[in-house]
């Protein structure tokens, strides 16, 4: 019987030893399994949660390069590029935007981004990726790969922005700048001969006999198709400054971004209301560019004199009436672009980034009618006695210390100090400064707190009396042995930098231009500035401050301010 149980006892402990070994494998099948799962399962979170990041900051990018008025092609690239260089493989990117109209190209149309009808369309975009992550131990058990997706609506602020153009006649004296033959036809028109002004901006016949259409009507060839819209005027250098607006205009988005256009002589025109239509149309912002004219009133050639404004001619300049023939209402512009951001027929976008660019060629020397001041003339507006009337002193409606600063109700011997200067101070102020930190200094509500560029145009900015030299490779202009009479002779770089300050961050405290200890001396009874700045040289950048010695300089400083004008952050 012992023999018998012997081998039973052996069969079972093979039999047991069998079984173990195989439970042990499956187990380590399956915890190879787990493993895997495990592995796989984290791959895709890792991976999902980076490929969200990556769209993300796609939808950052691809904003930002809508804001800056790219291509089409260049907003879908930077969206790719991005989330390619996150690590994500092969992903399949799609961008989404409002494109009803297809202005954007192979952007796909989104109705959920677009705008109730009639409202701008706002900078949306919506970028969608996919990527498949593939599957290391999965894929054993037929899972090759598995799908991830991530998406991102990001929005760029819009533009509403208004140019401010200087268009008084100062800006057609240069007519040795025109092209070819016409600076020969247009030789005889100068300061000196009113006729002459009169017919060489808008056509007749000059003193030699010459007929001429005007320099407003002339017509020149693009020979480089830079601005095939602008077909007509050819007045230096005004035609410059309308190529710099072209320039401008052409960055902006149509339907997104929106321009308003307001011109200034002896008076403000508002030539377009905030518009989206930027080109192309009757009406178009570029094309009321093309359109607009420099400045001259209109005359009754049996008068002496024409009706409504007198050219500042050599023949005035020593007469009782020179402080009529100022035509750089500097103020009454402010004013229009302040309206612009307070319509509220053409209310301007909550959400957009309010801006302001202000061309200037010299010192204020006309402000509007202030019903207010008995002394202000109801045809050429506010203008101190001091300077109507002084024999000295030519400073056609302001006075020789620019950083003098009056309220409307200060009064001097017997007359009002309030000028012109004073009066586009208070105007930038109203436009400019913080509404939630500062009162309105004009009539007509709070503050716009909008962002103000401003930019000289040519040596009458810094150096309307004096010896000038223009500025050399990143130097300064230099004006030697300035005419007191004439008072200071960088009034106009004073002026546009204390706007370019207060449009920086809406405050008169700070800034990069003026270097002032307070803004105020006596609240009470005078605004005044402690003195010229000295922190930036004569005719240098500063700021939100621009020097063009020349008007070829424009375009540059249109695109530069455009630049920075986009990838400002704006709430």
Known sequence: MNKNAQPLEQTSNTSQRGQAIVLIAMGFIMLLAFTGLVVDVARVFVTRGELRRAVDAAGLAATSQFRQGATPEKIINSAYNLIVTHGIPTPVVTVEACNRDGTLGTIINNDGLCPPAGQPKRKLIRVTATAEVPMLFLQIVGVPNVQISGENISEAASVEAVLVLDNSESQSYDFSGLPGSLATTYASCNQSNIDDMYACLNGGTLSNGTTVIGCNNETIPDPNANFPLLTRGICQPFRKTKEAAYAFIKRLYPGYDRVAIVNFNENANLLVPLTGDLEGNAGSAINQINDMNVFVAPRNASQPNPNGHILCTASISNGPDFWKCGSSNISEGLIYAN??????????????????????????????????????????????????????????????????????????????????????????????????????????????????????????SVCSNGTYTPPGVGGQAICDSPNPQFGDSDAAEQLLRYIADIGDDGSPVTGPCLDRAAPYRDASTKWDASGRSDDAGLGLQCGNYYFAPSASELERIFLEIAGRIFTRISG
């Open 339 to 460: 309206n612009v951001f307070g319509d509220t027929s053409n209310p301007p976008r909550q959400d957009a980034l309010w801006v302001t660019l202000l061309l200037v060629d010299g010192a204020a020397n006309r402000a509007p009618l202030n019903n207010a001041l008995a002394w202000s003339d109801p045809q050429y507006g506010v203008c101190p006695d001091s300077e109507r009337n002084d024999p000295y002193y030519r400073q056609k409606c302001r006075d020789a210390d620019s950083n003098t600063r009056h309220k409307p109700d200060d009064v001097g011997p017997g007359f009002g100090l309030y000028d012109a200067d004073d009066y586009a101070r208070d105007a930038a102020d109203q436009l400019g400064l913080d509404p939630e930190r500062f009162a309105s200094p004009l009539p007509g509500g709070k503050p716009a707190g909008v962002l103000i560029y401003t930019i000289a145009l040519g040596r009458n």
